[in-house]
């Protein structure tokens, strides 16, 4: 089975700029998690989206966003960057029931300049 | 206060040694508990999983639960050079949810 993909794998841009991550779950599994992850602040959750529709969110601010297509594939967005959002995004799939454990892809490597 | 608490070491230990990662946590709610292995420049890799209080034994791995003191470690036997890699604890709030709390992580650094 194939796991978590995530594209690209590194991404360069500029502050002020709006960015689109992309990922691609286990077959199957109908949640997305998007996590960021800094060497300050550790991994900290984003937004979950399950069936389409987001289920759980975090605490950052409205310039992330996120979506889940028909086939659980999701997209997050960041629009206006700014230079505190360079990290790594991860993306997590499950099965979204009970307490079934996440499957993280490689992640994205932003860095905003 | 963080909800999930680690020390983020480094920890350095010789090739063969018994290694201990730690964790402790404060909010009742957490029921489930995870331990995931980091590579450098890779996600996050599901190690162990589990729920009750007590032990859980996979290969070279042991987890433990202790609910009632709200610690959880993960014990590496006859540790290898290829255990190097950071270690998070992890749980999730609730049920049903994609979110986790997680540690900050411990660097583990096996020496041959």
């Known amino acids: 089975k194939a796991g978590v993909t995530q594209t690209p794998r590194y991404l360069i841009k500029t502050r002020g700029q709006q960015v689109t991550l992309s990922c691609s779950p286990i077959?199957?599994?109908?949640?997305v998690s998007w996590y960021q992850q800094t060497p300050g602040q550790g991994l900290q959750f984003l937004f979950e989206?399950?069936?389409?529709?987001?289920?759980n969110k975090g605490n950052f601010p409205g310039r992330f966003s996120g979506r889940q297509f028909s086939n659980s594939r999701s997209e997050m967005n960041v629009s206006t960057l700014e230079l505190g959002d360079s990290a790594l995004y991860l993306c997590?799939?499950?099965?979204?029931?009970?307490?079934?454990?996440?499957?993280f892809g490689n992640g994205t490597r932003l860095t905003v300049t | 206060q963080k909800e999930v608490e680690q020390d983020p070491g480094p920890l350095s230990v010789p090739e063969g040694a018994i290694v201990s990662l730690n964790c402790t946590y404060s909010?009742?709610?957490?029921?489930?508990f995870m331990w995931y292995r980091q590579y450098s420049r890779k996600g996050p890799e599901l190690l162990m999983y589990?729920?009750?209080?007590g032990n859980k034994e996979d290969g070279r791995f042991t987890a433990q639960v202790d609910k009632s003191s709200k610690y959880i470690s993960l014990f590496i036997r006859d540790s290898q050079p290829s255990d190097s890699a950071t270690y998070l604890c992890?749980?999730?709030?609730?049920?049903?949810?994609?979110?986790?709390?997680f540690g900050q992580g411990t660097t583990l650094q096996v020496k041959p």
């Open positions: 997590a799939s499950s099965s979204g029931t009970g307490n079934s454990p996440l499957h």
């Open positions: 077959s199957g599994h109908r949640s």
């Open positions: 989206y399950f069936s389409e529709t987001q289920r």
């Open positions: 909010n009742s709610a957490f029921q489930y």
């Open positions: 589990t729920y009750s209080s």
């Open positions: 992890a749980s999730p709030p609730g049920s049903n949810t994609g979110k986790l709390i």
